[in-house]
């Protein structure tokens, strides 16, 4: 910055201001004329920055180097970041948490500058002056400072925090923990499907009535006499006897004889 001031007395004085990174301004100062037997007074400009600022360019600068390395380890060491699949793992946690940097630090940077340009607005700096504040000198701003750069920086803050952001699904996709949820989710219809004809299967069973296995056992009466035993006469014919040799208790084979007329 700039500032040209017209004394009274023809007297001439070129004030320049001069700020830079990391935005102490509490610490820049400059002498301007009072107009007054040729004195000058020190002014100090107002507001610390230098967080935000330091805060945005430790971002800018971890995930250079990370970009870095993570380049190096894609190229030369492919083997050893698939092993075990912890190097998918920690690369796409370090992703997450460079987007949350990178969000939280162009928020805070373009904060920041809003509050720099606050601070430099040339009114602003005119009123500190003395001299400037009598309406008998003339001050006259000559150069203004160049906010381009550092409106360019706010825009590529967001711009990285975009591209980190869609990163995540890469990175994500490169663990391969989204293919074994895809598994689970396709298994679940078919185990449902089983679980539902199970049930079905045991309704069906249970409402052939608690009778079902008597009436197996019902149709007929059985009668041992002598050393066998016969089963009533049906509507197939004459009865069929059943004679097993030996005693009732023997467990010799048994023979079927069918006497009909």
Known sequence: IMVKVDCVDK???NITITFAYPFRLQQVH?????????RQEMLFLEGDYSSSAQFFVTVSVLAFLYSLLATIVYIFYQNKYR???RGPV????????????WLVSSIAWAKTLSGVKT?????????????CRDQENVCETIAEPTWTNLNMSVAFGFLNFSLWAGNIWFAYKE???HKSSQRYLSRMPSEKRSTSFRQYSQSSFDQSGPGFGQRL?????FEISGGGFSLPQTNLGQPMFYRQMGSPTSRGPLIFVNESQ
């Open 83 to 85: 092993e075990k699949n």
């Open 90 to 101: 920690v690369d796409c946690l370090v992703t997450m948490v460079f987007s949350g940097l």
């Open 217 to 221: 056992y019902s149709q007929g009466s």
């Open 11 to 13: 007297i001439q004085s």
């Open 30 to 38: 400059f002498n301007a004329p009072l107009c007054e037997d040729k």
């Open 119 to 131: 601070a430099i607005d040339i009114s602003r700096i005119q009123l500190l002056m003395t001299a």
């Open 175 to 177: 663990t391969g923990l």
